[in-house]
């Protein structure tokens, strides 16, 4: 009985090593076909090679962008280099980069502990006595020091912003609501949007 398993099992072996060389050579069949349909296809390696350097070229675009806007940011303000990244990075997660930029610009000189007369704090002059209620019912803040912080007081910021717009549904509008009825301050911050901008263009044309 043993006799008979041990032929059976060498058996079943001698029949699978047929079916492995057959998967065998069916995949060196489909990797020649492959090889022989990129190297005739006409411009399909140049055309791999077109969106990996246009992805490439992309990137460098938006590093250039970056850096000029920054640069920008430097020459209207004091703040070190390191604060002023950590800015701009928070004000491009917002969605709207250049126009949180200009109100950071307007509000505080990008001083992140910058507190105005009328007790609006940091980069975008937030006054707690308003909304540290509504800021703390959408976790934005815990407590009135963290709007000291780059990335909570242009979250607040940010929110508040975007409250005022839902309600005007206009920017102008929105903004002067922001300050609390200032109409120049509106043309101030667009006219701050709009050097950003022109930074943006001169990295494209760089």
Not at 125 to 149: A, T
Request: net charge positive; charged share 25%.
């Amino acid at each position: 009985m043993l006799k008979d398993m041990t032929i059976k099992t060498g058996d079943a072996k001698a029949g699978r090593r047929p079916s492995i060389k057959y998967a065998v050579l069916v995949l060196a069949a489909i990797t020649g076909l492959v090889l022989a349909y990129v190297l005739t296809v006409p411009g399909l390696l140049a055309d791999a090679r077109y969106f990996s350097s246009a992805a490439q070229s992309h990137g460098d675009q938006n590093e250039e962008t970056r850096k000029k806007i920054l640069d920008w940011m430097a020459e209207n303000s004091a703040m070190p280099d390191h604060i002023l990244a950590k800015i701009y990075n928070a004000a491009a997660l917002t969605g709207n980069r250049d126009l949180i930029l200009a109100i950071c610009l307007v509000e505080s000189n990008f001083n992140p502990v910058a507190e105005s007369d009328r007790g609006a704090i940091g980069l975008m002059g937030i006054m707690p006595g308003v909304w540290m209620k509504e800021l703390k019912k959408q976790g934005i803040i815990k407590q009135r020091d963290d709007l000291y912080r780059v990335s909570v007081n242009i979250a607040a910021g940010a929110h508040v912003f975007t409250t005022y717009l839902e309600e005007t549904n206009d920017i102008r509008k929105a903004l002067i609501r922001y300050v609390g009825g200032a109409p120049w301050y509106a043309e101030k911050v667009m006219e701050a949007q709009k050097q950003i901008r022109l930074a943006e263009y001169a990295a494209r044309v760089d």
